[in-house]
């Protein structure tokens, strides 16, 4: 069993649309992660969060500790929003004393204009 | 803006072949982490490494596998007799803290014939 999970795997969406990426997770944990992967590879850290809400220009990202599940929220989407939006959790007693992350399988998001 | 940069970009081995990877963290950064990602799967924790020592890995580390931070500034990834299932995309990272966000760098593609 995946101790991160994320849905939908696949999502296409409409330039403008609103979009929701979830994350639900099975373990204790410290802090969440959402981060972007491009086409070409690169990984960057969109948000890191522990508890609430984060907000980063279009970027929304929540976190419910108790229900373990945390959403991504892309307001006003953009074809340049295209790319694999990855949950990542620091766990609370994975060995994970220094920091490493378990890591969801992504979601591939592509925005038509 | 500060950057995890990783050289080289692509590597192409052959089997059995040992492979430097290298990564420059972000300068004033204490955490350093080696990531995977195989192709089509998701990322996949390697080691992490904490004042000049391995702090953490994970089953994928065996014995091939090596990490040094030979002048304190690099970050070496070896790989001492490759396999063709090494191929994949290699991420290093690195945090200021334990509490802060994790830098990725733009990984190297590694290819094993």
């Known amino acids: 069993k995946n101790e991160v999970e994320q849905s939908p795997q696949n999502l296409t969406a409409q330039e403008g649309e609103f979009i929701t990426i979830n994350c639900s997770y099975s373990v204790g944990i410290s802090a969440l992660h959402w981060l972007q992967q491009h086409p070409g590879g690169g990984i960057v850290s969109l948000f890191m969060?522990?508890?609430g809400k984060k907000k980063h220009g279009r970027l929304i990202a929540t976190i419910n500790i108790q229900e373990k599940h945390s959403s991504l929220h892309i307001t006003a989407s953009h074809p340049r929003d295209s790319a694999v939006y990855i949950c990542a959790v620091r766990a609370l007693n994975y060995g994970g004393s220094q920091g490493n992350l378990i890591f969801g399988k992504g979601t591939k998001l592509s925005v038509k204009p | 803006e500060p950057e995890v940069t990783q050289t080289p970009s692509h590597q192409v081995t052959q089997m059995g072949q040992e492979v430097i990877l290298r990564c420059v963290p972000i300068s004033n950064h204490l955490y350093f982490y080696w990531y995977r990602q195989i192709l089509g799967q998701k990322v996949e924790f390697l080691v992490s490494f904490y004042n000049n020592e391995i702090s953490e890995k994970s089953e994928i580390f065996d014995d091939q596998f090596s990490v040094e931070r030979p002048d304190g500034s690099n970050f070496t990834l070896k790989i001492r007799s490759t396999k063709l299932e090494d191929s994949a995309m290699y991420f290093c990272a690195s945090k200021g803290n334990l509490n802060t966000e994790a830098f990725f760098g733009q990984g190297t593609r590694l290819t094993v014939v």
């Open positions: 969060l522990s508890s």
